[in-house]
């Protein structure tokens, strides 16, 4: 009988498995030729999962969860049947994809998939682990109260004003729990390793793929970040130092007419990027194209959201209490309850708080500290952080094994496909994110 090491490859946003075609071919190229010689051996099948795909992954990262786990335990059971057996498991989630992850991982280990099972890679490739966080902007503050309308229960989960458990918690908040099942099934995972676009990233900046309460990328030139780049992986950086100050901004040449005119010109997508003579009719058309191309996908969105909502509301009357949001209601639900008989335990003398205005040990108070704060204005590259945001980085990072790589590609509008190479025919740059895929294939342990 042969043994399977399983592999599942999960798609973000409006994604289908063609996007990690190249993820596939890789892993494949690299460890698929790899026999299993001796009986504790696994030979490597890769799941592109495709039930949660395209306006599906509008439906939150629960549903989208429910899905691709049943599909994993289907796949599981096929093996069965031809006389194959799944020993070892991992799963790479990509953008949205990696949050799924997270909340598969957690079915998984709720239906006791572990127990015969062994987890062995926990990878993410542009994900955002702690939601898609604020910057000060106002096409960011824009995004932050249009998405969560536009996109159904997906924009609730990725801005974090869901309230997902019965605490009233966002679900990004939850799958940071070291208390709930999801923290406590990636810990089973001997190695995890997750990507993070350094630069260029508009879709997930870098704080949120790369856990961080700071972009030290964010103004690399200025800050005179010094980069090292791997030699064996192409864009992907080895190791960087911030220097304790910036150096000062070269003073620049007066630039000549013909490179002040290229800088002006907008940056478009490459559906709009058209070479000489082309590009002019674009550039005089763009205020018709803009307006038109805006207003059809706010309704294209609006029509996918109301679609989702209906469904989930035919998802949530047909769903069984199994379904791991019900469990975890309960749990809360109980643990609340406990609480408040704790609290009317007349034994129970709870620590009492200090006052909003105790002095801090630099003697500032509160109050102080944040008036300070709202008078220092951050800068517009820094996000602004919710403490919610703030506890996940915390207890994310205390994951022990948990390794950060950061990719770096200069000169490209927007890196966030570029990382997974998304669509190389349609787009040649993606293959830029090629040495991105090698390293995680060869980091990859079967």
């Known amino acids: 009988m042969a043994n399977v090491h399983l592999l599942v490859l999960i798609h973000g946003m409006w994604g289908n498995p063609g ?28 799941l592109v999962a495709e039930t949660n795909r395209d306006e599906s992954t509008y439906d939150g990262i629960d549903w ?15 093996f069965d ?26 079915i998984l280990h709720q239906r006791k998939f572990f127990d015969s099972i062994t987890p062995v890679n926990f990878n993410t490739m542009a994900t955002p682990h702690i939601g898609i966080p604020r910057f000060p902007s106002t096409f960011s503050t824009i995004t932050a109260y249009l998405a969560p309308k536009l996109l159904s229960r997906s924009g609730e989960q990725f801005y974090c004003v869901d309230k997902w458990s019965p605490k009233g918690r966002p679900l990004v908040e939850v799958l940071a729990d070291p208390d709930r099942i999801f923290y406590q099934a990636l810990l089973l995972f001997p190695n995890i390793r997750i990507y993070a676009n350094a630069i260029n990233d508009r879709t997930v900046p870098f704080v949120t793929a790369g ?5 030290p990328f964010g103004d690399h030139e200025k800050n005179g970040i010094q980069i090292v780049m791997h030699e064996d992986y192409k864009n992907l950086i080895k190791a960087y130092t911030i220097p304790s100050s910036p150096p000062p901004a070269p003073a620049k040449e007066p630039e000549g007419w013909l490179q002040t005119m290229r800088n002006m010109r907008p940056p478009l997508p490459p559906l709009f990027q058209r070479p000489f003579p082309l590009n002019l ?14 207003s059809l996908a706010i309704i294209r969105l609006s029509i996918a959201s109301r679609k989702s909502r209906t469904r989930l509301k035919t998802l949530e009357s047909a769903s069984n209490s199994e379904k791991l949001i019900h469990i975890i209601a309960k749990l809360e639900s109980e643990i609340e309850s406990a609480m408040v008989d704790l609290y009317d335990d007349p034994q129970y003398s709870p620590t009492p708080t200090p006052p909003a205005s105790s002095p801090d040990v630099n003697g500032d108070s509160t109050k102080q500290l944040q008036k300070k704060k709202s008078r220092s204005k951050p800068p517009p590259y820094q996000p602004i952080l919710t403490p919610v945001q703030l506890r996940c980085i915390e207890q994310l990072n205390k994951i022990p094994q948990l390794k950060k790589e950061t990719a770096f590609f200069a000169g490209v509008m927007n890196s966030h496909a570029v990382i997974v190479c998304r669509d190389v025919k349609n787009f040649k740059h993606h293959l830029d994110g090629a040495g991105v895929l090698h390293h995680w294939a060869d980091h990859f342990e079967l």
């Open 19 to 46: 996007h990690l075609a190249e993820l596939d071919r890789v892993i494949r190229d690299v460890k698929g030729g790899i026999e299993a010689n001796s009986p504790g051996d696994a030979e490597l099948a890769v």
């Open 64 to 78: 989208g969860g429910e899905r691709v786990a049943q599909e994993i335990l289907d796949e599981v059971k096929k």
């Open 81 to 106: 049947e031809k006389g194959r057996t799944v020993i070892r498991f991992s799963v790479t989630g990509y953008s949205l994809g990696g949050l799924v992850a997270r909340y598969v991982i957690g």
């Open 211 to 215: 856990i961080s309460t700071e972009d």
């Open 281 to 294: 009719v674009i550039y005089a058309l763009l205020p018709i194209l803009f307006p038109t191309f805006v």
